[in-house]
């Protein structure tokens, strides 16, 4: 690994962990070349820059020759900001978030990251969303599936309809789809009609694809997880879902790609909202890997 690389890995990891990414940056990142793997990453991140309006947003563009392969998302408004949009597109990523109903006195920004590919190492690719049909019922969940013959490289999603009234909860890679599960928050925050939509990232099968999962432990407030790929593998991104923390706690933080100690990382966090779960809840991160 280059060493130059493997320097600004860390220094990138450090701060996604921390959560306090406030301004765009680029890199590149380039590994071996692989037949079959994913060589040659660039990692793209725009943010909205911090203030205190109700909504944020954010697009981060891959560079020419590239395509998106992941996706990542963070905001510093923890459990009060809840991110609408993930949604990735052939060569850039858009996210945007609102504050939820009882809003945020703070000031906050909007992080995205594009996790992008040359566009000779994708076959067969595509981005295909499936939405909910809209209606006012909680929670809504929708599956995007590949075709045959196509595994899944990268997600995202959209919420229309409620504004930050509503939060996404679970997003589940497998081989070949993602599923999406949303809720209201506190399961009653509207009667308005809203849907959901999961967006799926496909392409011919990648050498080594892998999903690996690990959980915090029950608890409250706000609980973070962090993974490594195993060494030689990249991380294109992937999923978390909140177990036990119907309708009360928010997903804030989802963001592939940092590398430390010759691994590439994945991080989630989680935090209740101001009305605080009623029960014990946790996260489970879930990475998708491949070879580099």
Same mark, same amino acid.
Request: charged content about 15%; hydrophobic content about 40%; glycine content about 14%.
């Given at each position: ?41 660039? %990692? ?9 309006? #109700? ?34 597109? @052939? ?31 994708? %076959? ?28 899944? %490289? ?36 509207? @009667? ?49 879902? %909140?177990?036990?923390? @119907? ?30 779960? #009623? ?14």
């Amino acid at each position: 690994m280059n060493t130059d690389i493997a320097r600004w890995g860390r220094r990138l990891g450090t701060a996604a962990a921390l959560s306090l990414m406030a301004a765009a940056a680029t890199a590149v990142l380039a590994g071996p070349a692989s037949a079959s793997g994913i060589s040659g990453l660039d %990692i793209v991140e725009d943010s909205s820059g911090v203030n205190s309006g #109700p909504d944020n947003e954010a697009y981060a563009e891959c560079p020419a020759g590239t395509k998106v392969v992941g996706a990542g998302v963070t905001n510093t408004g923890l459990g009060q900001v809840v991110v609408d949009i993930l949604r990735p597109e @052939t060569r850039a990523v858009y996210a945007h978030a609102y504050e939820d109903g009882g809003g945020f006195s703070g000031r906050w920004s909007l992080t995205v990251r594009a996790i992008c590919a040359p566009d000779v190492e994708l %076959i067969n690719y595509e981005i295909v969303g499936v939405t909910s049909t809209p209606d006012s019922r909680s929670p809504k969940d929708i599956t995007s599936t590949c075709p045959g013959g196509k595994a899944l %490289i990268g997600m995202g999603w959209a919420l229309a309809g409620a504004g930050g009234d509503v939060g996404v909860t679970d997003v589940i890679p497998s081989s070949d789809h993602v599923y999406v599960r949303a809720y209201e928050e506190n399961n009653s925050a509207t @009667t308005a009609a809203w849907s959901v939509t999961a967006y799926r990232i496909c392409a011919s099968s990648l050498t080594g694809l892998v999903i690996r999962t690990s959980s915090t432990t029950p608890g409250s407030g706000s609980q973070g997880k962090s993974q490594p790929c195993p060494v030689g593998k990249v991380a294109l991104g992937g999923g978390a879902n %909140i177990v036990g923390g @119907t309708g009360n706690v928010v997903l804030h933080n989802l963001w592939p790609g940092s590398f430390y100690a010759n691994q590439w990382l994945m991080s989630a966090n989680a935090s209740e909202d101001d009305d605080g779960a #009623p029960a014990a809840w946790h996260l489970t991160l879930n990475q998708i890997c491949v070879d580099d």
